[in-house]
């Protein structure tokens, strides 16, 4: 008892599911969606064997796994490379909501950082003389999602709706060890209505990042172009009419 719904939704796994379903067929709820898809998988998976390929996505797998049930945050699914995780938000007009929205977020963050230094650790077996590393883009946002149990064998936990729709579209924009971020969810993260002291407006694209990273680029499509490399900024015009977004790495110690 005293568990709030967000809290009792992050519990919940293959072992509960079947209660979930039976409480409700499909749940509307606002929440932070993190998705993970390692770069150039395609082209990785041809040059290991499929055994190491699946020993490299399992070690991924369940590393993240730890840290999303430490953090106390959802893991929705799996889709080939993508890892796609949840985390709850309250109602806006619940108790205290602005904290436990930027704490969630913060823990969000802090996922992405951890699982980039877990792909950043692995090193593939040699293919012919020399082996390769590994990364990862992350997107993350926030919106409304549909959470619910999908057809009647097999059955999992799905999520829809536009929170899943901006972390995709923001993980696309990320460059390979970065996590591209959403206005909005900076200005959860701070707490505030609008980005606040996370952000600097200064000439209208200037970007302060949260403690503990370093800002990249800003990507603002209503100039259709973004600061910082020649490709970033490629990749930035590739998706003319997105919202502003932040590209983030884990700042050096």
Not at 97 to 119: D, F, N, P, Q, T
Request: hydrophobic content about 40%.
């Amino acid at each position: 008892g005293g568990q709030t719904k967000e809290e009792q939704l992050s519990s919940c796994n293959s072992d509960t599911l079947m209660h979930w379903r039976s409480v409700f067929a499909f749940h509307k709820h606002q929440a932070v969606v993190l998705q993970l898809d390692l770069v150039a998988f395609t082209e990785l998976s041809q040059s290991i064997s499929a055994l190491e390929v699946a020993r490299m996505l399992h070690q991924f797998f369940s590393a993240f796994d730890t840290e999303v049930q430490r953090l106390n945050l959802f893991k929705m699914d799996t889709i080939g490379d993508s890892y796609i995780v949840a985390g709850w938000l309250p109602a806006q007009d619940a108790r205290g909501s602005v904290s436990r929205v930027a704490a969630v977020c913060h823990r969000a963050l802090y996922l992405a950082g951890v699982m980039h230094e877990i792909v950043g650790m692995y090193e593939t077996p040699q293919c012919g003389h020399r082996s390769r590393r590994v990364s990862a883009r992350i997107g993350i946002g926030i919106g409304e999602v549909v959470l619910g149990a999908l057809g009647s064998l097999q059955t999992r936990m799905h999520l829809c709706g536009q929170g899943l729709r901006e972390a995709e579209a923001l993980e696309e924009r990320a460059a390979p060890g970065t996590v591209c971020v959403s206005h909005r969810f900076l200005s959860a993260l701070s707490g505030q209505d609008s980005p606040g002291a996370l952000l600097s407006e200064a000439g209208g694209d200037g970007a302060e990042a949260p403690l503990g990273w370093d800002m990249l680029q800003v990507i603002d499509e209503t100039a259709g172009e973004g600061s910082g490399s020649d490709a970033a900024s490629g990749r930035a015009r590739a998706h003319r009419g997105a919202p502003r977004a932040y590209l983030l790495q884990k700042g050096q110690a």
